[in-house]
């Protein structure tokens, strides 16, 4: 689904965000990248967005290329989950999450019928007509993720979505989004500043490097799904999250 070599990204004030990125993430894989501030996570988020173009190597992002030379590049079936969930705040949950729907211009019995799927998906149906303000901040994300699935993504880019989140309302939106992801699986990459959660949620964890960003470490999680909040107190759990801290900080 998504293949850099070489990637490099150098912004015009001159400071170097990226520098030798090689991934390859597959089809239906879920692959958590973490890494401390500025180390340019969301830097390759924006790359495979089709939102910036590398100064510096090649970005293929199932069929459509992203190189140095073309100016950029984007993907038809993609979605993008940031921490702050943009809400509308004068239009209510079903509005905000048919509004993508809208801008493809798609029928209107279409559109209502995957807001439906989608608010269903998350467990909102019953605030259908609630504003973002009388919505708890889990719920709001939980708003904008319903608003990525609506559009039936190949691929879901998700930008520390539970990052401002209290901690059993990020635990519990880890389960949530990890139920989805069985369901339907999605190819998803998964920025984190969590090692926990990057390990409790994804397949590979991705690790890297101070800025210029690096891939100091490409790990497979050595744990069976389905998952369970269990695990995460599991000694086997807490050992390979320590040894993928240790990693980071190296």
């Known amino acids: 689904m998504i293949t850099s070599q070489d990637i490099s990204v150098q912004f015009s004030d001159g ?48 069929a459509t290329q992203t190189a140095a030379s073309n100016g950029g590049g984007s993907m038809a079936k993609l979605a993008y ?41 998350v467990g909102l149906s019953e605030f ?25 993504p190949d691929l879901l880019l998700m930008d520390e979505p539970f990052g401002a989140l209290d901690e059993l309302s990020r635990i519990r939106l880890n389960e949530e989004l990890l139920g989805l992801w069985e369901r339907d699986r999605w190819t998803c990459l998964f920025v984190t500043h969590s090692v926990h959660e990057a390990v409790f949620l994804s397949q590979r964890v991705v690790v890297m490097s101070s800025r210029p960003g690096r891939i100091l470490a490409d790990v497979e999680v050595p744990f069976a799904f389905p998952r369970s909040r269990s695990l995460r107190a599991e000694p086997r759990f807490v050992e390979f999250a320590a040894s993928v801290s240790t990693q980071l900080e190296g």
């Not at 894989?29 to 510096?56: D, N, Y």
């Not at 943009?86 to 559109?111: K, S």
């Not at 259908?128 to 039936?152: C, D, E, N, T, Y």
């Open 128 to 152: 259908k007509g609630s504003f973002p303000h009388q919505l708890s901040g889990g719920m709001r994300m939980r708003v904008s993720i319903a608003r990525a699935l609506a559009l039936s």
């Open 15 to 62: 400071v170097e965000a990226l520098s030798g990125v090689d991934l390859h993430v597959g089809e239906h894989e879920f692959v958590a990248i973490v890494g401390p501030s500025g180390c340019g996570k969301s830097t390759f988020l924006r790359l495979v967005a089709g939102l910036q173009a590398p100064s510096h190597g090649v970005l293929r992002v199932n």
């Open 81 to 121: 989950v940031l921490q702050d969930p943009t809400l509308l705040p004068w239009r209510h949950t079903e509005g905000n999450v048919a509004l993508p729907l809208e801008l493809r211009r798609l029928d209107r019995d279409e559109i209502a019928q995957r807001v439906i799927q989608a608010l269903d998906m």
